[in-house]
């Protein structure tokens, strides 16, 4: 039973630095999320997708890329890190559109940039 | 456009208090509402939701009333624990599939 499952749980990145937030589920589901949370701001989000091959930007997509090859795994890039992406990053998955709409969250990413 | 406004925290209560923290929602349409709980140093677990117009969700002694004409979504816990200190999410999904989440509301509770 894993559900949705993140890595790594903590990073610490240089200014400029690339890296992939890496997320997959297991529940088959068809949309998947990334959000970032700031302390008092809630949640972000950043890019979705509503299935393999399909992606679209948020709320706050830039400095960010995703894609999503398969229906499992929905990996975040930062290309050129910068302090204002110190954040906490969650990954998100949901069955889609009816009653069980509820997103299923991962624990999350804690990522400092200096 | 979808939005939803959630009172200010931090909110800090005496063990077996009563809890409200309020929440109101702006969206086209008919969304569903939910009530999501983050405990220290994990990610969101939903606690509570509700689907059409006077739809009660209840979960762990929460409750929250889904009211259109009111287009709020409160939650209440008429006793609360101090394994109930969180930080309590109010979000919406809409059509697309899109969730938005208030601010949150942190919660702490002393024995």
């Known amino acids: 039973n894993a559900g949705v499952t993140q890595t790594p749980k903590f990073r610490i990145l240089k200014i400029g630095q690339s890296m992939t937030l890496q997320c997959t589920q297991d529940?088959?589901?068809?949309?998947m999320y990334w959000y970032r949370q700031d302390p008092g701001m809630g949640l972000k989000l950043i890019y979705y997708?509503?299935?393999?091959?399909i992606t679209d930007k948020g709320e706050v997509p830039n400095g960010y890329n995703v894609s999503r090859s398969t229906t499992e795994d929905f990996p975040l890039r930062l290309e050129l890190a910068a302090p204002s992406q110190t954040s906490v990053y969650f990954c998100?998955?949901?069955w889609g559109q009816g009653l069980n709409t509820e997103a299923f969250f991962g624990q999350g990413t804690r990522l400092t940039v200096v | 456009g979808n939005s939803v406004t959630q009172m200010e925290g931090p909110v800090t209560l005496s063990e077996e208090a009563f809890l409200t923290i309020n929440c109101t929602y702006t969206?086209?349409?008919?969304?569903?509402l939910f009530w999501y709980v983050q405990y220290p140093g994990e990610g969101l677990q939903l606690l509570l939701k509700?689907?059409?117009?006077?739809d009660k969700g209840s979960n762990k002694g929460f409750e929250a009333t889904y009211r259109k004409e009111t287009t709020s979504f409160h939650l209440e816990k008429g006793s609360v624990q101090v394994s109930d200190s969180a930080v309590y999410f109010c979000?919406?999904?809409?059509?697309?599939?899109?969730?938005?989440f208030g601010t949150g509301t942190s919660l702490t509770v002393i024995p």
């Open positions: 969206a086209t349409g008919y969304p569903s």
């Open positions: 997708s509503v299935g393999a091959g």
């Open positions: 529940m088959n589901h068809n949309y």
């Open positions: 979000a919406l999904e809409n059509t697309g599939n899109q969730f938005y």
């Open positions: 509700a689907t059409k117009a006077d």
């Open positions: 998100a998955s949901s």
